[in-house]
C-alpha cells in the first residue's frame, strides 16, 4: 500500500531549516562561501564556519558557545546543517578562530553579499508603498550594549548611557522602515563606542537609508 507520509526531520529548529533552505534557493549560502577568509582549511572551510555563524545568529544565540552549549545546539541538529548545505558544523572555537582571522577585506565581502541579497526585497517594499501613495517613513533609534565594566578586551569600548544607567559597552545605531508589504525591514546598523550620542548619528543612518531604499528623503 502507498503511503502519502512524509518523515519529518527531529529538530528543534523548525524555522531556522526554513531560513536556510531560503537563504541557499536565493544564492546567500553560496556567495558566502565564495568570501575571501585568509585561513587554511585543515577540516572545515573557513567559509563554512562564517555561514555557520549566521545560522547560529538566526538561532537567537546569545554568545559564541551556545552554538555548542546551548540549549538547543545547532551543531548537533543534522536537518539545520542540511538546510544550510552544509557537510557539518564546526565546534565554536573554530569559528571564534575563523571569526578573528577575518580582516576588513573579508567584512567589506560580507557587507556586499548581504546588501546583493537584500536589495531586491527592499526595493520591492519601498515601490509597493510608493505605489500605493503612502510617505516613507525612517524609524532611526541608538540602542545600548553593554558589556562588563571591568573588561579591557572589548575594543572601542566606553562608557556612556544604556540600560537606564552609565555603563560599559557600545551604541548600536540603526534604521528601519515599516513597510505594508513585508512588514518592518532593517536599512542599516553601525556600532558605535558607548559614548556616542543620537545626534552623531543622524546624518550617518539617513544617507545609509537612503543608499538602501534609493531615494532621497524630503529634508534633514
Known sequence: MESNAFL????????????GEFAR??????DLMRV???????TFKPQT?????????????EYLADLNA????????????????????????????????????????????????????????IQDQLRRGEPLVLDLDLMG??????????????????????QLGY???????????WGRIWLAGFHHPGNTVSAQCLQELILAAETQAQVRSASY
Not at 534557493?25 to 553560496?30: K, P, S, T, V
Not at 548537533?76 to 548545505?85: E, F, G, K, S, T
Request: proline share 6%; charged share 15%.
Open 8 to 19: 519529518v526531520p527531529d529538530t528543534e529548529h523548525g524555522l531556522l531549516i526554513a531560513f
Open 25 to 30: 534557493q536565493h544564492r546567500l549560502i553560496g
Open 36 to 42: 575571501p577568509i585568509g585561513q587554511k582549511t585543515v
Open 49 to 61: 564556519k562564517l555561514v555557520e555563524f549566521l545560522a547560529g545568529i538566526m538561532s537567537g544565540i
Open 70 to 125: 546551548g540549549p538547543h545546539p545547532v551543531v548537533n541538529d543534522q536537518a539545520v546543517i542540511r538546510a544550510w548545505d552544509q557537510p557539518a558544523f564546526a565546534h565554536y572555537s573554530s569559528v571564534s578562530r575563523t571569526l578573528d582571522a577575518c580582516d576588513a577585506a573579508t567584512v567589506k565581502a560580507v557587507q556586499e553579499v548581504i546588501d546583493s541579497f537584500s536589495q531586491p526585497f527592499i526595493t520591492q517594499a
Open 145 to 166: 550594549q553593554s558589556v562588563s565594566s571591568t573588561s579591557e578586551t572589548y575594543p572601542d569600548a566606553k562608557f556612556g548611557w544604556m540600560n537606564d544607567g552609565v
Open 171 to 181: 551604541q548600536l545605531a540603526r534604521v528601519c522602515i515599516h513597510t505594508p508589504l
